[in-house]
Nanobody, 125 residues
Framework: QVQLVESGGGLVQAGGSLRLSCAASGRTFSSYAMGWFRQAPGKEREFVASISWRGDKTYNADSVEGRFTISRENAKNMVYLQMNSLKPEDTAVYYC??????????????????WGQGTQVTVSS
């Protein structure tokens, strides 16, 4: 079993930055790739970024490329999402998720089997 708890969300003005954190429980955390997804009101949950188990491979959605950076600290069972140059369209609930795989930095929801409760990010214009 893996439990994921996100934190770091909040209200920020356009152009600002936030750093989301995801704390994972479970001894197998470091063996799996991890991802971040987001869901805006009335929209489907969409992929944001993913990282391999060693942190040597990352994959970003086109919409956040160059602005968001995913990272992890396996010794602390933590995953992070640094978000810079935020835009109002980044407003959503952000979810941390554990992949079923180790090296595959996938971008589809079906590849992930554990999810956190989410943290709200609101970007004002």
């Amino acid at each position: 079993q893996v439990q994921l708890v996100e934190s770091g969300g909040g209200l920020v003005q356009a152009g600002g930055s936030l750093r989301l954190s995801c704390a994972a429980s479970g001894r197998t955390f470091s063996s799996y790739a991890m991802g971040w997804f987001r869901q805006a009101p009335g929209k489907e949950r969409e992929f944001v970024a993913s990282i391999s188990w060693r942190g040597d491979k990352t994959y970003n959605a086109d919409s956040v490329e160059g602005r968001f950076t995913i990272s992890r600290e396996n010794a602390k069972n933590m995953v992070y999402l640094q978000m810079n140059s935020l835009k109002p369209e980044d407003t959503a609930v952000y979810y941390c998720a554990k992949s079923r795989y180790s090296g595959n930095v996938g971008n589809t929801k079906d590849e992930y089997d554990y999810w956190g409760q989410g943290t709200q990010v609101t970007v004002s214009s």
